[in-house]
């Protein structure tokens, strides 16, 4: 967010929500270095498998959004791919009760369209994205 509000103050960028797919380039860099680190950090750290893992199936999951994204040229939601595998990360490690999260991403789904940063399908491809790379990768490496 630091990237982000320091880009707008700079006039690189129109305001918090870099709506141009164009100018999301530098954010998500950040973005993934920032996760890089702290991968290492609770790699070095000695973190449970499940720590890990969760950080691993969100970098992966990133890098997926991004292919799309920029590979694609096609705006997917980040704010539905990191909800959604919010979601199935809680599901698998807390049990099925966690899925009444999805309520939780439909809301967030919902409110990308209303606020028309997103159409609905940029929505639904980021829920797939994050429950079936980050929620999928999640569960195979937390095994």
Do not use: C, N, Y
């Amino acid at each position: 967010m630091a990237v982000i509000l320091h880009g707008v103050k700079q006039g690189k960028w129109d305001d918090h929500h870099v709506t141009t797919r164009e100018h999301r380039m530098v954010p998500l860099l950040a973005t993934l270095a920032s996760v890089t680190g702290g991968w290492v950090i609770l790699a070095l750290g000695g973190a449970p498998r499940q720590m890990l893992a969760m950080s691993i199936s969100f970098f992966v999951s990133l890098l997926a959004t991004l292919a799309i994204t920029f590979g694609l040229k096609w705006k997917v939601s980040l704010h539905s791919a990191v909800a959604s595998g919010g979601m199935v990360v809680l599901a698998v490690t807390f049990g099925p009760w966690l899925w009444l999260t999805g309520g939780l991403v439909a809301l967030i789904g919902w409110s990308r369209v209303a606020l028309k940063d997103h159409t609905t399908g940029q929505v639904v491809g980021g829920v797939l994205v994050g429950a079936l790379v980050g929620g999928l990768l999640f569960w195979l490496l937390s095994r």
